[in-house]
């Protein structure tokens, strides 16, 4: 095989010298060693070769990416992570992904939306919930701490939901089935409340007067906060 690559080399170096392209060449070549004697895109790489200043006779079939890709190493990747995408499957078998769209089809994987499944609590966990609301109301009825409590109509604004991801599987399997994730993943942070040593100026207070010599600084009304509004305010902003 080395010994044929090298005598095609030399053929396709006479003919780059003589100023024929790949497709020239090739013609002119499987013309005399069959049509299947030197593959379009290894012809190209040899008058890439050639273009870029590399005259020698060694193999053309390492420069460039590889055309041939083991489907073995492929499948060993799809199974360690079904959601890798072809291009992350390229870049590991340095391929392009192109060749391995064209090596799934082949092998028989699409991508399917994995199928969201309902969170099902274990029976421990019913058991628990049970003792826990047992407990509670058992103690409302000794220490009203229900009554106790203060509700906010606050709404949350959702920051990101989990979508659904596609996995590779074979035509005539199912999709994957996952559990369904939370409604809401991650809360946005809020401003914090202002601290004692860094009060924040009601909003009816004025900004400060210049006084003018000869002349009475006006007098300034302060309408103070109840302490029950603002201790609801930082439940609320909790």
Not at 58 to 80: F, M, N, W, Y
């Amino acid at each position: 095989m080395e010994e044929q690559d090298a005598h095609f080399g030399h053929i396709l170096s006479f003919y780059f010298r003589k100023g024929k392209n790949a497709s020239q060449a090739r013609k002119k070549l499987c013309a005399v060693y069959g049509n299947e004697a030197l593959k379009e895109r290894l012809c190209q790489n040899w008058f890439a070769k050639f273009h870029s200043g590399d005259i020698s006779l060694k193999s053309a079939q390492q420069s460039g990416l590889p055309v041939e890709v083991d489907e073995t190493r492929i499948k060993a990747i799809i199974d360690s992570d079904l959601h890798s995408t072809t291009r992350e499957i390229a870049e590991k078998l340095n391929v392009s992904h192109t060749c391995i769209q064209k090596k799934l089809k082949r092998l028989g994987y699409v991508k399917k939306l994995d199928l969201w499944i309902p969170h099902r609590l274990k029976e421990i966990h019913l058991t628990q919930r049970i003792s826990i609301c047992d407990s509670l109301l058992q103690r409302n009825e000794i220490n009203r701490f229900l009554k106790r409590l203060i509700t906010g109509d606050e709404k949350w604004i959702v920051y990101n939901n989990v979508n659904r991801k596609r996995s590779w599987v074979m035509q005539n399997e199912p999709a994957q089935t996952i559990p369904k994730s939370e409604i809401h993943q991650k809360i946005p942070t809020k401003e914090p409340l202002a601290t004692s040593k860094t009060a924040a100026p009601h909003p009816s207070q004025k900004p400060p007067q210049t006084i003018m010599p000869g002349k009475k600084p006006t007098p300034i009304s302060f309408t103070p906060r109840k302490p029950f509004d603002d201790y609801i305010h930082c439940i609320i902003q909790r």
